[in-house]
């Protein structure tokens, strides 16, 4: 099974709301990603989870909060968001964290489309 | 942080025709990938080139590589309409982290 799956695929909410995206590998990967994207832009990093502690942060504002709760699940917890907030925000992972000489690629999900009003 | 930059930003050729899609990066890596992505999707890979090596295939598919000019390229041959989507290459320049580049729009029309 070579496939990540992320619920829901589209995401309405109110800037008081709090949700969560969920993310999901049975890959045995040991590296878990999330990404946010705008529309005709590249993929930016938000956090990187390795063997299940987070290893970065890219300075994501504390509204968006991740947690791994095992090696197969990654959610992204939401809270207290802004229209700009709005994007595609896609999970990936891979073997074990990409960098070095062992580089792996990385499977992604379809997303989670996200809508802040 | 932006590492890489594509050119060009969008591009549009008939069927059959080959495509061609160029990456510029900024420091030193240890291997470049290349991701199509289609419309509001997800990512999937496609090749990964690693630095001591100066051209990939894999089916229609030819990567290069230059270190010392810090380009690659993307061929993409005999292209389909399905070949439709973004391109985007991603370098490994941080630990734990895949840089990508600003992405080409490829357009392929029947």
């Known amino acids: 099974d070579t496939e990540v799956t992320q619920t829901p695929k589209h995401l309405v909410m109110g800037m008081t709301n709090k949700k969560s995206l969920k993310c999901e590998q049975h890959?045995?990967?040991?590296?878990m990603y999330w990404y946010k994207q705008k529309a005709k832009k590249p993929p930016e990093l938000m956090f990187v989870y390795s063997y299940e502690k987070l290893s970065i942060n890219e300075s994501v504002p504390s509204r968006f909060s991740p947690e791994c709760p095992n090696s197969s699940l990654l959610n992204l917890h939401l809270h207290a968001l802004q229209p700009e907030d709005s994007a595609l925000y896609l999970c990936?992972?891979?073997?074990?964290?990409?960098?070095?000489?062992?580089?792996?690629?990385?499977?992604f999900g379809p997303g989670t489309r996200l809508t802040v009003t | 942080s932006q590492q890489g930059e594509e050119d060009p930003q969008a591009l549009s050729i008939q069927e059959g025709e080959n495509a061609t899609m160029n990456c510029s990066y900024k420091?030193?890596?240890?291997?470049l990938q290349w991701y199509r992505q289609n419309s509001g999707r997800g990512l999937v890979h496609l090749i990964l080139?690693?630095?001591?090596?100066r051209e990939k295939h894999s089916g229609r598919l030819r990567v290069t590589l230059d270190t010392s000019k810090k380009s690659s390229s993307l061929l993409i041959t005999a292209s389909r309409a399905a070949d439709t989507a973004s391109y985007f290459c991603a370098t490994d320049a941080e630990t734990d982290k895949l840089i990508f580049g600003t992405g080409t729009r490829l357009q392929v029309f029947p």
């Open positions: 990936a992972s891979s073997q074990t964290p990409t960098g070095g000489h062992r580089s792996y690629e990385q499977y």
């Open positions: 890959m045995g990967h040991r590296a």
């Open positions: 080139i690693r630095s001591n090596e």
């Open positions: 420091t030193s890596i240890n291997n």
